[in-house]
């Protein structure tokens, strides 16, 4: 009897859970959007999802379901997502030898213009800093002052922060973190962020273990990345900052000031983590922008233009 969508849908999240370690979050966006394709395929076939039917799926059924989900409101970059989630699902069932379909693969994966990255200057990420620290719960202070200045510091993302555990403290010349796709990278630790931290760690009123979460909610549960970002809100409202001042900008901020001050690409690349070199290059182009604008502003020639 042919398995129906649903019950490979299962197995294949399960695949992505234990084989390959994919996040919650992933696990989450990938298995709403394969949902949303079988929904999508059982009215527009008009026919129950199995085995047979994933086997008989065209090119021209899969643009199909991207129209309709364009209609719905969903973007290039969502469309890239569930493309994504597509073709993740069609290799699986070809390598467990369910079925192997290559209309995935048929399918152009619309572009998407990759926009700069928007740090804040070191004005304002001095002014941040400076401003996370006035709490009326002393050891909120010390731990937003703490966060902040990590993320910063290390050109940390909010994730890799918020993971860091008790037994982390004191923290050395360097922290190993483990990054996307769980890739392991070795980061230095700055004076003022070891600083932070055990100032931080040394007020925290809650007991824990050495392997329970280092950064605490006002109740003592673990931290969210949702928290962060209702802390850098908080910010912006007192600072007048841009909208764009999130936890992650810090992380921007950490990688385009370390380059307009001499740092070298190669090394920011890898004190970021990424994979390609070409992604942290669209910080030079930051700079590149910011220079531009001042020739527009100041020059003779920029200005009659």
Do not use: C
Not at 117 to 141: K, Q, Y
Not at 259 to 283: I, K
Request: net charge positive; charged share 25%.
């Amino acid at each position: 009897m042919a398995r129906g969508g649903e019950e490979l849908k299962r197995a294949w999240l399960s695949m992505l859970a234990h084989e390959r370690r994919a996040s919650p979050n992933t696990l989450r966006a990938y298995g709403d959007d394969l949902s949303r394709f079988l929904g999508f395929l059982h009215i527009h076939l008009g026919s129950a999802i199995n085995e047979r039917t994933l086997g008989r799926v065209a090119p021209a059924d899969i643009r199909a379901f991207i129209t309709d989900r364009r209609a719905d409101g969903l973007g290039a970059r969502g469309v890239q997502r569930a493309l994504a989630a597509i073709r993740s699902f069609y290799r699986w069932l070809a390598r467990e030898s369910i079925l192997d379909n290559p209309a995935p693969r048929a399918v152009r994966t619309p572009r998407i213009k990759r926009g700069l990255p928007r740090p804040l200057s070191e004005t304002d990420t001095a002014r941040a800093l400076e401003e996370a620290g006035e709490h009326n719960v002393e050891w909120l202070a010390a731990r937003d002052v703490a966060l902040l200045t990590l993320l910063y510091g290390a050109g940390l993302r909010i994730s890799e922060g918020l993971s860091l555990k008790r037994g982390d403290v004191p923290l050395g010349r360097t922290l190993s973190i483990l990054g996307k796709g769980r890739k392991e990278r070795s980061v230095p630790i700055l004076p003022a962020v070891a600083d932070a931290i055990a100032d931080y760690s040394a007020k925290i009123p809650f007991t824990g273990a050495k392997d329970t979460p280092l950064f605490l909610s006002r109740r003592g549960k673990p931290m969210s990345p949702r928290e962060a970002q209702a802390l850098m809100q908080k910010l912006r409202g007192r600072l007048g900052l841009s909208e764009k001042a999130t936890p992650h900008a810090l992380r921007h901020s950490f990688a385009t000031h370390l380059l307009a001050n001499g740092g070298d690409l190669r090394s920011v690349q890898e004190l970021l983590g990424h994979a390609s070199l070409s992604t942290t290059q669209t910080y030079t182009q930051v700079e590149t922008s910011k220079l531009m604008e001042i020739y527009k502003n100041a020059h003779p020639r920029g200005k009659a233009a």
